[in-house]
C-alpha cells in the first residue's frame, strides 16, 4: 500500500503563525491545478514496487478553496494512472469559514471525499483573532454539526495550545467542545512560533505576547489527561484518535511506508528516496510547463534510515520495535540504541514492553530530545 498527498498552495489570507508554502494569488488556481494534472502523469511510475493507494491526502495551503469539480478532476486523473483501493481514505484538509452547508452538501453528492481534517484550532474568538484566523468561534462549531447533519463523521479537527490568549479552563473548554461534538480524531500543536513568520515580527516588535514553555506544558498534560478520559488513544504525540479512527495517511508516514507528493512543494518517499518539489508557484509551473526537474532528491543512507525510523516511531504508540532494529540495521545500530536508551529509561521517559520501546507521559514532552540524543551522525 502507499499515499498520495496532494498540496494545494492557497489561501485566501495568511495565518499569522503559518510557514508552510502558499500564496493568495488565487487567479493562479487553475494554472497550478492543470500542472499537477501533468505531474501525476508523469509520476505514474513513482512507486518502485506496483501497489495499492489506500490514502489519498488534500493538505495544504487551503484545500477547501477547491470546488467539487476541482477535487474530482485532481480524483480521477489519480485514478487514471494508480490502483486505488475502493475503501480508500481520503482526506480534505479544511477551514472552518469554507464548509458551509451548501459546500458540505455539494461533496457529499459529487465526490468520494470521506474525511475531513478541520483547522478549528480554537472555540475562543480572541485566540482566533490573535493567529490572524479567518473564522470565528461559532464558524468553529458550526462547521463540525453540518458536516455530521449531511453525513459525514469520519471527522478530525486540529487544535492548537499555548498561546497566551488561552488560559487553562479555555483549553478545557476546548478539547470539552470536542468531546460533546462526539469527533473522533483530535490533532493538538503547539504554538511554535517560527522564523520568518508574522507572528514572529509581531513578537519581536513586542506587538503580540509570546507563548511561553510553562503554559505549553500545563496545557498539553490537560489534554492528554481529558483525551484519555474520554477514551481517545495517545497514538502519536500530537494525535489522539478513537477505537478505528487513527488517521491511516499520517499513520503511513510514521511506519515509513511510500508516499507521492504532488504541488508546490509537496514532500515524496519512495522508500529509498526522499524527494521535494520546488517550493514556489512560478518555478514549479514553469518546470512542469518545459518537462524539466521540478523536485530536489535525497538518497537515504543507512544512518538515515536509522534516523528516521527513531524519529518516526518514538512519537507513536507503536514505539522502537528492538525486532525491527535488529533485522534492518547493523549491529552498531542495535547496540548504540541499547547504550543511549537506558539513561531515558532511568528517568522514566521511556518504558519497555516485549522489547518495544515506548515514551511514557512524562517523556512525551521531550519527545524531540530523546530523538536527537538517539540518532548517530552520518
Known amino acids: 500500500m502507499a499515499g498520495i498527498y496532494l498540496h494545494i498552495p492557497f489561501c485566501k489570507q495568511a495565518c499569522s503563525y503559518c510557514n508552510f508554502h502558499f500564496s493568495t494569488l488565487l487567479k493562479y488556481k487553475e494554472d497550478v491545478l492543470q500542472a499537477m494534472l501533468l505531474e501525476i502523469e508523469r509520476q505514474q511510475d ?20 477547491l470546488s467539487a469539480g476541482d477535487i474530482n478532476r485532481l480524483l480521477a486523473q489519480i485514478h487514471k494512472y494508480f490502483d486505488v483501493q475502493v475503501d480508500a481514505e481520503i482526506t480534505l484538509e479544511a477551514n472552518p469559514d469554507d464548509l458551509t452547508l451548501e459546500y458540505l452538501l455539494a461533496l457529499k453528492k459529487e465526490t468520494p471525499i470521506n474525511r475531513f ?7 475562543v474568538d480572541a485566540d482566533l483573532q490573535y493567529m490572524h484566523r479567518a473564522h470565528n ?69 513586542r506587538k503580540k505576547e509570546a507563548p511561553t514553555d510553562e503554559a505549553m506544558t500545563a496545557q498539553f498534560d490537560i489534554l492528554t489527561t481529558q483525551m484519555r478520559a474520554h477514551h481517545y488513544i495517545h497514538y502519536e504525540i500530537s494525535n489522539f484518535g478513537k477505537e478505528g479512527h487513527f488517521a491511516q495517511h499520517n499513520t503511513n508516514y510514521w511506519k515509513g511506508i511510500p508516499y507521492l507528493g504532488i504541488g508546490p512543494s509537496a514532500h515524496s518517499f519512495d522508500g529509498k528516496k526522499r524527494y521535494w518539489n520546488i517550493a514556489n508557484n512560478a518555478i514549479y509551473l514553469k518546470k512542469i510547463k518545459t518537462n524539466e526537474a521540478h523536485f530536489d532528491s535525497e538518497l537515504l543512507t543507512e544512518t538515515d534510515k536509522y534516523n528516521e525510523y527513531i524519529m518516526t516511531s518514538i512519537r ?35 518504558e519497555e514492553n516485549n522489547g518495544i520501546y515506548r515514551l511514557t507521559d512524562k517523556g512525551k514532552l521531550f519527545c524531540d530530545h530523546i530523538s536527537a540524543h538517539l540518532f548517530i551522525e552520518n
Do not use: M
Open 46 to 65: 513513482f512507486f518502485i514496487e506496483k501497489t495499492n493507494i489506500n490514502t489519498i491526502y488534500f493538505g495544504g495551503g487551503t484545500p477547501s478553496i
Open 117 to 123: 481534517s478541520i483547522g478549528i484550532q480554537s472555540f
Open 137 to 205: 468561534a461559532a464558524q468553529a462549531k458550526a462547521c463540525i454539526e453540518h458536516a455530521q447533519h449531511v453525513g459525514f463523521h469520519n471527522l478530525s479537527v486540529d487544535l492548537i495550545y499555548g498561546t497566551p490568549t488561552l488560559n487553562a479552563t479555555q483549553c478545557l473548554q476546548n478539547i470539552q467542545t470536542v468531546i460533546d461534538l462526539q469527533v473522533s480524531h483530535v490533532s493538538c500543536y503547539a504554538l511554535t512560533v517560527e522564523e520568518k513568520t508574522e507572528l514572529a515580527s509581531l513578537i519581536k516588535k
Open 316 to 350: 507513536t504508540i507503536f514505539g522502537v520495535d528492538i525486532r525491527k532494529l535488529q533485522h534492518d540495521f547493523e549491529e552498531k545500530y542495535v547496540q548504540h540504541f541499547l547504550r543511549e536508551i537506558k539513561l531515558f529509561k532511568t528517568k522514566n521517559w521511556i
